[in-house]
């Protein structure tokens, strides 16, 4: 039954892109927003969980009413998102300002690779045309999903539009070596809670954990460790920055802290873009769990070539 119900979703989501590209962008992000604007009266879940993170990053600087409006506009911006998602296939990458890419072109040059982290911020897709542009051959983490139809679309749909390689989580420990070995800018999308345990951080002054890779291949093959950021202006063209490199010295809390410290920096600037919905402050343990500990042993026994 499930098997059924997965391929009938695969189905589903296919229609409904093809719709949404079919459809003129100012109509597609029109929908989009009723759309959102629906979802945020009846998800009462994640409006809720969306109003309680913003009240446990800022506390008393924002009021229950201030929290709810904010969190509204999250909703509308992830449904313009959305829309502008939908046709970037076919729309010229116009409006977008690029700050500080030779941080980027600089790291790529040394031939070590290039663990580059982002966040769930602004319209963070365009990441892809924008690394394409530069010319840099790029790998991005994703998380698995359980439909494996709709995760392979994905995968072949970035490789096809931007030429960007999409390899599973799990496969991190395996793969990320080589991509690093062979020059390859590795994507992270590092601000939400990993799901395998990480290394104890604070974000917005409160205790978190970081996933553990970035800092842990970055020290590890001597990659440089850079930030990226995107965000969308009023007028709706786009700021692509770039942050770094992070020094690599000390621990891997040391390290996992300094990319943390600048992704709450941008998302401070931005935060009616950022994905407050995720359970990002969950309950913390003083130190690595069992899976995040076999994880970075595993990398830090491994023999660098």
């Not at 979802?39 to 506390?59: F, K, M, S, T």
């Not at 909703?75 to 959305?82: K, S």
């Not at 931007?162 to 020059?183: F, H, M, N, Q």
């Amino acid at each position: 039954m499930s098997s059924v119900f997965r391929l009938i979703e695969y189905f589903a989501v296919r229609v409904l892109a093809a719709t949404l590209q079919a459809i003129s962008p100012a109509a597609c992000a029109a929908l989009m927003r009723g759309v959102a604007r629906l979802v945020y009266l009846l998800d009462r879940r994640h409006r809720r969980r969306a109003i309680e993170h913003l009240r446990i990053a800022y506390g008393d600087e924002l009021t229950e009413k201030d929290a709810e409006a904010l969190a509204r506009r999250v909703f509308d911006h992830i449904a313009n998102h959305a829309a502008e998602f939908a046709h970037a296939p076919r729309r010229p990458k116009r409006g977008v300002r690029l700050h500080r890419p030779d941080i980027l072109l600089d790291a790529v040059a040394g031939g070590k690779g290039v663990v580059l982290v982002g966040a769930h911020l602004g319209y963070f897709t365009v990441l892809g045309p924008v690394l394409q542009a530069l010319q840099v051959p790029s790998t991005v983490l994703l998380k698995r999903q359980h439909n494996e139809r709709l995760l392979r679309w994905f995968q072949d749909s970035i490789q096809r539009w931007y030429g960007i390689e999409g390899i599973v989580k799990s496969e991190a420990l395996e793969k990320t070596p080589s991509r690093l070995r062979d020059g390859r800018v590795v994507i992270f999308f590092a601000d939400q809670h990993p799901i395998a345990g990480g290394i104890p951080a604070t974000f917005f002054s409160k205790p978190v954990e970081a996933a553990t890779g970035p800092s842990l291949f970055a020290r590890r093959y001597h990659a440089p460790l850079v930030v990226v950021t995107t965000s969308v202006r009023r007028d709706g063209s786009q700021d692509v920055r770039f942050d770094g490199p992070v020094s690599t010295e000390g621990t891997l809390a040391e390290i996992s802290q300094r990319w943390l410290d600048l992704l709450e920096a941008r998302i401070r600037e931005h935060p009616d873009q950022w994905m407050w919905m995720h359970r990002r402050w969950r309950e913390p343990v003083p130190a690595l769990r069992a899976e995040a500990a076999a994880s970075v042993a595993c990398v830090a026994n491994e023999r660098a070539r």
